[in-house]
């Protein structure tokens, strides 16, 4: 046995998803003879990187060309090291996945991105020629043992400041047999669906937005909450979003306007928090993806939005539209408070792109109990209940004016029945 046999023969497929355009691909982690680790994913990696001008965002997908890298790909059960599945693409691109259990459940402990900048065919025109490496332990990814971790819903992971995007998982690690074990555990964004939607079918149809010319109506207000690790809420959104951006549409051959509302129950939401920042996913079906960054500055303990992020691949685009600005400064608010605001606010990103919010409540940090701390209400909303103050008081003053007037004129009137 060669020794790359003895850390493992390890197999790798690819097919090509029927109904997804997204390509699928098959990993797999042996160890003498058996396999420990088993993935069929699709990915698509929202990566942002400097060039000498300014920041740009690519989005790369996992290709069918991944392979599994044997000499970081373990087991874990040698050692008792940690189980790691580790999947190259590229020059020097690498994902990986590393695994944990307590004996009833197993999860992704971390994930790994590593990126190669020097790939100027991903990273045109990029100033750094570095290999870059981003890590986090927020991934969320979990099931029972001995049953197969599915999602057909896409599941963004946020690892410093990137996003990766599974889609039409099946993964399970401690695997008892070679195959994927018949036992599943559904994660929560596919039951939510399976709730409102009609079955898997319709999840795994990839969503085509219709293009709509004019506006749509006031979008629906979504509930998003994101968790960290331990389970405990460190996020908690509530608003209706709406997306106007332009495009260059392939069948008219000509730039179209868009206004695009997200529509809470096809949203499936993600992210992480860490000490000063925070980031929210909404990814509606496979093709839209908004990405939205709350910074903290401990110093004045005021949080703000300040990163947005957009990427679309709608059928009929010419090319995926991708979008963004890491430096905004909106929905400012005071640590351990919720920021409100009940007026539609537009939030410019970039000129092609801007953001509508309905009904906001957000707070990302300082978050306890599971519940938004007092709100502060934006301008907006302290100008609107102005309004009802001064049309009241005005009322008041009238009434008050009609009554004087009417006890006089019945004073008046008295006093000339009395003559009489
Ligand atoms: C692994 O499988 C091959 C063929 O399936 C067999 O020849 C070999 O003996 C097996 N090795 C071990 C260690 O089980
Ligand atoms: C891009 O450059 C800015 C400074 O202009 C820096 O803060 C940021 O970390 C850089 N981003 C990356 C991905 O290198
Ligand atoms: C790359 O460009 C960013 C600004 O876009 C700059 O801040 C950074 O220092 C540059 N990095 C290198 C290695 O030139
Ligand atoms: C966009 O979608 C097309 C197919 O509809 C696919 O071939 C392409 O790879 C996608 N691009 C990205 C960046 O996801
Ligand atoms: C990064 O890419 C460059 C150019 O494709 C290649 O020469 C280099 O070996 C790669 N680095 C790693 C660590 O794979
Ligand atoms: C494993 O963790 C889960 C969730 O944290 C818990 O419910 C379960 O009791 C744990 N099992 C063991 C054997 O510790
Ligand atoms: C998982 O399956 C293996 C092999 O079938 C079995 O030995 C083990 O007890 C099972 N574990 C649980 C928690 O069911
Ligand atoms: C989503 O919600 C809207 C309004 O609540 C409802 O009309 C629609 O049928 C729902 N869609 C699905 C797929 O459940
Ligand atoms: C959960 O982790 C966060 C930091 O990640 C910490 O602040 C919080 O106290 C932890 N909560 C529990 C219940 O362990
Ligand atoms: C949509 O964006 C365009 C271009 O930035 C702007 O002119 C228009 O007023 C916006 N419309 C709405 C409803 O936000
Ligand atoms: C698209 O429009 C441009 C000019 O606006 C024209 O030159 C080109 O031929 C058109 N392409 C198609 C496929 O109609
Ligand atoms: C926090 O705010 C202060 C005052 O506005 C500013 O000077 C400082 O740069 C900010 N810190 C960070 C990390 O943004």
């Not at 390509?23 to 990696?45: G, H, P, Y």
């Not at 300014?54 to 000499?71: A, E, I, M």
């Not at 690892?159 to 889609?167: D, I, L, R, Y």
């Not at 079955?199 to 010319?213: K, L």
Request: proline share 5%; hydrophobic share 40%.
């Amino acid at each position: 046995m060669k020794p790359s046999m003895a850390c493992g023969s390890l197999l790798l497929l690819t097919w090509f998803a029927v109904l997804g355009f997204l390509q699928a691909v098959t990993l797999e982690v042996r160890e003498r003879n058996s396999t420990c680790i088993k993935a069929e994913l699709s990915a698509l990696f929202s990566i942002t990187y400097n060039t000498s001008s300014n920041s740009r965002t690519v989005q790369v997908q996992l290709p069918n060309t991944t392979t599994v890298d044997g000499t970081s790909s373990s087991c874990g059960s040698v050692t008792a090291g940690i189980p790691w599945l580790v999947a190259t693409f590229g020059p020097g691109h690498t994902l990986g996945l590393s695994f944990s259990t307590n004996g009833s459940l197993y999860s992704v402990a971390a994930l790994m991105l590593q990126y190669n900048l020097s790939d100027s065919s991903i990273f045109p025109e990029a100033n750094s020629s570095a290999v870059v490496t981003v890590e986090t332990a927020s991934v969320g990814i979990w099931a029972a043992i001995n049953t197969t971790y599915h999602c057909v819903s896409a599941t963004s992971v946020v690892a410093g400041g990137q996003t990766v995007t599974f889609s039409d998982m099946r993964l399970e690690a401690y695997m008892p047999g070679n195959d994927l074990s018949s036992a599943e555990t559904i994660c929560a964004a596919d039951q939510a669906h399976t709730t409102t939607l009609t079955p898997t079918t319709t999840a795994r149809t990839p969503v085509t937005p219709t293009p709509a010319p004019t506006p749509p109506g006031t979008p629906e207000r979504g509930t998003y909450s994101i968790s960290n690790s331990n389970g405990t809420v460190c996020l908690l959104a509530q608003m209706g979003l709406q997306l106007n951006f332009s495009y260059v549409s392939q069948p008219q051959n000509k730039t179209v306007q868009e206004f695009f509302n997200l529509t809470p129950n096809m949203t499936s939401s993600s992210g992480s928090c860490e000490a000063s920042r925070a980031t929210l996913v909404l990814t509606q079906g496979r093709t839209t993806t908004l990405n939205l960054t709350f910074t903290l500055n401990s110093t004045t303990n005021k949080y703000h939005l300040s990163g947005i992020n957009m990427l679309a691949n709608w059928s009929d685009m010419t090319a995926p539209f991708s979008a963004g600005n890491t430096s905004l400064d909106y929905l400012r608010t005071t640590l351990g408070r919720s920021y409100m605001c009940n007026a539609e606010q537009t939030l410019a990103v970039v000129p092609s792109f801007s953001l509508n919010t309905f009904r906001v409540q957000v707070q990302s940090f300082g978050v306890t109990t599971n519940q938004f701390a007092t709100a502060e209400e934006c301008q907006m909303d302290q100008d609107e209940m102005l309004i009802p103050i001064i049309v009241g008081a005005a009322l008041a003053g009238l009434v008050l004016i009609v009554l004087i007037a009417y006890l006089v004129g019945r004073k008046r009137s008295h006093a000339g029945y009395q003559t009489i």
